[in-house]
């Protein structure tokens, strides 16, 4: 056996769990951690929140997640950022669609076991359907699952599988740069954030397992993370706010039932 575990005097172990698990799933900061608990647990104080992170060994967040986001023009709420990633599971490899609101950071996505153009239209017509609000424009790279690179396919079905699902729902559609892969930042960052939060930390047996992981992060995410950049509230405190403001942009009352991960 190893050496007995040291207890906050303060801190229950009910309560310590807790703040790890805030920690570790939702990727925050600690003072994002201490706005989170405070109400739930009273006497938690900064100082006593940072020694229990300490004593855990998560006192620091990966260099990624401490980079500070450059500013982005305003835009209504729903302008996505689209980015594909592949993850790996113990019995292969699957494909994680990944849109986050640039005004709301709501973050949708999904995992399937191939990076197609069918399967990136599906993603966006499933994003359509989840999001109580109107998407108007979505940022993806210029990989061959969201462009044509092949003038003589030019007109054909699977060729134009996601440009045909944004005309489809009135959404224009904007590229990065070439070269320029940067330019899609906040889906970037969120890709790497899942992947320290999923399968760079564990080990999954099936692909339905990592499903089920990843939709736990999301709904951490979206429903209890509270951004600095949304003043200390979480995507989904955001978006019905701006629904309380500007009703006619959406299309019914945001809910719980916005994440719609695939499992």
């Avoid at 405190?237 to 695939?262: C, V, W, Y």
Wanted: charged fraction near 25%.
């Amino acid at each position: 056996m190893g050496p007995k575990e040291s207890h906050s005097s303060v801190l229950s172990a009910i309560e310590e769990a807790a703040i790890v698990a805030l920690r570790v799933q939702a990727r925050l900061p600690l003072d994002d951690v201490f706005v989170a608990l405070k109400d739930v647990i009273p006497h938690l104080t900064r100082s006593s929140l940072h020694r229990c992170l300490q004593r855990h060994g998560i006192s620091r967040l990966p260099k990624a997640d401490r980079e500070k986001p450059k500013r982005f023009k305003a835009y209504e709420i729903g302008y996505f950022h689209i980015d594909i990633a592949e993850l790996r599971y113990e019995g292969g490899k699957a494909c994680l669609f990944v849109a986050v609101d640039r005004t709301s950071k709501l973050v949708f996505a999904r995992i399937y076991r191939k990076a197609t153009k069918l399967v990136a239209a599906g993603f966006l017509k499933a994003l359509v359907r989840a999001v109580p609000y109107k998407v108007h424009t979505v940022l993806t790279d210029n990989g061959v699952q969201f462009v044509q690179h092949d003038k003589r396919a030019e007109g054909g079905f699977l060729a134009h599988a996601f440009g045909r699902a944004c005309a489809e729902n009135s959404i224009a559609h904007r590229l990065t740069k070439p070269y320029h892969p940067w330019t899609n930042g906040q889906a970037e960052r969120m890709v790497r954030t899942i992947k320290d939060a999923t399968v760079r930390t564990f080990h999954y047996a099936s692909i339905n397992d990592l499903r089920r992981h990843v939709r736990d992060w999301l709904l951490a995410y979206n429903y209890a993370k509270q951004l600095k950049a949304l003043r200390f509230r979480t995507p989904l405190e955001a978006i019905k706010q701006i629904s309380t403001e500007k009703p006619e942009l959406f299309s019914r009352r945001p809910g719980h039932d916005m994440l719609g991960l695939n499992t």
